[in-house]
């Protein structure tokens, strides 16, 4: 995985909330077996004009002007800024996939459904959540001044405005340090494989019911 | 101290370790595959050159993009029209292969919507920590078990170390007391606690589900009600276990049997929130109250009762409400103020993992009994969930009560409920659907779709238009 570290990059506005996962990447998307190359479908309903199939060429389709992201000034953007409960509705890890794939490091939103929030740290992308006025806030400037970019530290938890400005913004102690580190989840916890060993011996003699029975 | 939930019992029941900054590693006993997120996390093992750690607590079917037509279906997966869903499909069978992990085939029996088929079978039972590559894994938690949607990168870690790292999700308990009024559902429940709370209000909650109605609810009402938890927030919902429980899982392929039946059910008799247990947050609703509930716009949350209208943006007053409703009433067609029983449908599906069980496919035909279905509607689907379903519809006589009442009677699979295989809506087309989520574009690109429950769907393909199923006559 990808470490996080700082990223400083221009920002790019999803303004709508309830932003789904079927909306971040159609479904006709999931039936890839590769974990790459979802970046030109991402919110493919909305950037395009017409119905996206998997494995075509996506330069040819017909763009739907009035989408932001479609706008040359937010070409490039590494960051995108949210409303409520992004990335709610399905489990698809393809979604993390795409937004990372298109060139999204980092989402700042009032919320994340769980899910999705989860999801992104497993593939190098940082989910920040800020207090909902603040979020309005940022809007408000980035609609306001072209080339609109933030600075977001990790290390020091810290969102940085053009104007010098440092915001605070939480983040679970464990997964900051599996995103600073580019650490591999499985890799760690197997470290801690006599614990599990231990734990199953003993909740196989407590409920053996839950063992042997699919074979 | 006061006494433990149910979730925390599940929870305490299944922790390896708790963690300084607030994480927890959590033993997983029982992991569901499907074709559609497994892939890249059968990969991932393969690079690392890992294992998966236990075979016995892993089932696979494919369910997402299989046909439900029945001369395409029995030519095998070779036959999958869709180049794409057809390796996905092979994809799982060689991964099942390669590793020797337990799968039903396409044209088993036993084959269905993985979270139809999980209960069915047994596999999933109470007292569980249940894991999926897919969000309605909640489905699971009726039987009293610890049951949630992970992504894949998970999926690959519950493979290889039979855990899961987590964080301690909060209580919240959905208290539905009192009785239903006839005609009214698990599923309009399941829409009406999502009207009421919002589909972010049990973020970061395990919803526990209690009071009279849930107590005389079937399984499978349950098992729908459970399995809209993750489009109300919340990850995990769950079902204390009572004798409906216990019955329902007695004699099931994968459950225990003999003395070591004994011994589980005493243990599963634990499995309910202690009286004076502690809740985060507590919702109440009054079981006469409900009326059957009819989506209007893209989210779940945008549900109105039968007898009620498509809502004025305008009366909204958050602004990123009001704003949801405008695009929403725009994607979906509606004008402000019409009556939901003035909506004209184009198809019905009647299917998914929400309402795709007997009981659900029972009411369905119920209301057909006898009746046509409107000649405006372009095509009504029933989709079982699973092949035992099918089998049993079919010992019933259900699938001639649909056939003669001119819905189509299909093979078992997700279908409709995200068109991942041929079955879709056409742009702009209306329809009633049992399924769980009104997504745009969810039943097709520019499709609009209406959840409901089984009976409504029914009524509606009928009537052509949506009816108070509460006021339908028998013939
Ligand atoms: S029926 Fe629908 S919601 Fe259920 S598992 Fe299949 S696609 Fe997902």
Redesign the interface.
């Known amino acids: 995985m990808k470490a996080f570290t700082v990223e400083n990059g221009l920002v790019a506005p999803m303004d ?3 932003v ?1 996962t ?2 971040i990447i ?3 998307f ?6 790459s190359g979802f970046g030109p479908n991402l919110f493919d ?1 909305l950037r395009y004009l017409d ?1 996206g199939q ?2 075509q060429d996506c330069s040819a389709r017909p763009i739907n002007p009035e989408f932001p992201l479609n706008f040359p000034r937010y070409a490039g953007a590494s960051i995108l800024l949210a ?3 992004f990335g ?6 393809h979604a ?1 996939w795409a937004l990372e794939d298109y060139g999204f490091r980092c989402i700042i939103a009032p ?1 994340f ?3 999705f929030y ?2 992104c740290f ?2 190098g992308l940082l989910p920040i959540e800020l207090d909902v006025q603040l979020v309005d806030r940022l809007f408000g400037e980035m609609y306001a001044s072209e080339g609109y970019q933030l600075t977001v530290d990790l290390q020091r938890q810290r969102v940085v405005t053009p104007s010098g400005e440092e915001i605070a913004f939480e983040v ?4 900051r340090h599996c995103l600073l580190e580019g650490l591999d ?2 890799g760690l ?2 470290q ?1 494989e006599d ?2 060993r231990a ?2 011996a003993q ?1 196989r003699e ?10 | 101290m006061s006494g433990q939930t149910l979730y925390d019992k599940l929870w305490q029941n299944h922790l390896i370790e708790a963690r300084d900054d607030g994480s927890a590693l959590i033993y997983i006993d029982l992991q569901l595959i499907h074709e559609v997120t497994s892939p890249q996390a059968f990969e991932g093992l393969r690079l690392a050159g890992r294992k998966p750690w236990r075979r016995d607590a892993i089932l696979a079917v494919p369910d997402h993009n299989i046909s439900t037509d029945s001369a395409e279906r029995a030519a095998g997966v070779a036959a999958i029209a869709d180049p794409v869903s057809r390796l996905q499909v092979q994809t799982l069978d060689e991964n099942c292969a390669d590793f020797d992990l337990v799968k039903f085939e396409m044209n088993d029996v036993r084959q269905g919507i993985v979270h139809v088929v999980g209960p069915e079978q047994g596999a999933t039972l109470p007292g569980m920590t249940v894991v999926c590559g897919d969000s309605h894994t909640s489905t699971h938690g009726a039987l009293g078990a610890l049951a949630h949607g992970i992504g894949t990168s998970e999926v690959e870690h519950v493979l290889a170390t039979q855990t899961l790292i987590q964080k301690k999700m909060k209580n919240m308990l959905v208290r539905i007391d009192g009785q239903l009024q006839p005609g009214v559902t698990a599923k309009d429940v399941a829409l009406a606690v999502i009207g009421k709370i919002g589909t972010a209000g049990g973020t970061g909650c395990a919803i526990e589900f209690g009071g009279q109605v849930i107590r005389d609810m079937s399984m499978e009402g349950r098992m729908t009600l459970c399995n809209m938890s993750i489009e109300a927030g919340a990850r995990a919902g769950m079902v204390a276990v009572d004798d409906t429980t216990i019955d329902y899982v007695k004699g099931r392929p994968y459950a225990p049997a003999g003395e070591m039946w004994d011994v589980a059910v005493s243990a599963w008799r634990e499995l309910h929130s202690d009286p004076d247990a502690q809740f985060d947050t507590v919702v109440e609703l009054a079981g006469e109250e409900i009326k059957p509930q009819v989506t209007w716009g893209t989210s779940p949350e945008m549900v109105v009762p039968v007898d009620g209208s498509v809502p004025d943006p305008a009366a909204f007053s958050d602004a990123t409400r009001r704003a949801a409703a405008t695009r929403a009433l725009e994607y979906m067609g509606l004008a402000a103020g019409t009556p939901i029983t003035d909506i004209k449908l184009d198809r019905v599906f009647i299917g998914s993992c929400t309402n795709s069980r007997i009981e659900d496919l029972r009411a369905a035909a119920a209301v057909v009994k006898g009746r046509r279905v409107a000649d405006s509607i372009k095509q009504a689907m029933v989709v079982p969930g699973s092949g035992q379903v099918k089998k049993q519809a079919e010992a019933e006589g259900l699938d001639r009560i649909f056939i003669d009442a001119g819905l189509e009677w299909r093979e078992p699979g997700c279908s409709m409920c995200l068109a991942m295989n041929a079955d879709k809506l056409g742009a702009g087309e209306h329809c009633a659907s049992t399924s769980n989520r009104n997504f745009e574009g969810r039943q097709g690109f520019g499709g609009r779709t209406h959840l409901v429950s089984p009976a409504m769907a029914a009524a509606a393909a009928v009537a052509g238009h949506f009816v108070d199923v509460r006021d339908w006559k028998e013939v």
Not at chain 1, 30 to 35: D, P, Y
Not at chain 1, 88 to 93: A, K
Not at chain 1, 172 to 175: G, I, L, M, Q, Y
Not at chain 1, 206 to 215: E, G, N
């Open positions: 709508r909330a309830n789904d079927d909306l159609p479904k006709q999931l039936k890839s077996i590769k974990r309903e119905e998997p494995g409303r409520e409960n709610c509705g399905s489990s698809r890890e993390p919320s459904a769980d899910i989860n999801n497993k593939n679970d102690a464990f997964r989840d499985i916890t197997l801690r614990a599990i734990f199953e909740w407590r409920s053996p019911w839950l063992f042997d029975a699919i074979r």
